[in-house]
């Protein structure tokens, strides 16, 4: 058990193929019980909304999305710079954003659950 949760977080970031944004990248442990790194910001998704709904970070900041719904979500950006995949529900994935500007996310499986991350 101990070698399987070693393996999870220590995976990789997995990049879909011809270059697209990366996967999700997923890990089993209880958010709660992980400290933030520096500079990170943790969106929370629960209660069919993204909280913050809108963040302002410096660039080479690293944002990770928390699913603590009972349904899965996704955090998408409209122009697919980034996408995490299905989050079921405790899932998170995360995303260095490198370059200044907006990028506007939404949930594909709930359209109406929208969200932005301002980067400058």
Request: with cysteine.
């Amino acid at each position: 058990m101990l070698a399987a949760v070693v393996i999870v977080l220590a995976g990789c970031e997995a990049v879909q193929k011809n270059g697209d944004a990366p996967a999700a990248k997923k890990d089993a442990v209880a958010p709660e019980a992980e400290p933030l790194e520096k500079g990170e910001v943790r969106i929370i998704v629960e209660n069919f909304v993204f909280a913050p709904a809108e963040v302002t970070v410096a660039p080479g900041t690293k944002v990770t999305w928390i699913n603590k719904d009972e349904a899965p979500h996704t955090a998408t950006s409209v122009d697919q710079k980034f996408n995490s995949g299905g989050l079921d529900t405790g899932d998170k994935y995360s995303f260095i954003f490198k370059d200044t500007g907006d990028y506007e996310y939404i949930c594909t499986l709930h359209p109406q659950m929208k969200a932005i991350v301002k980067v400058r």
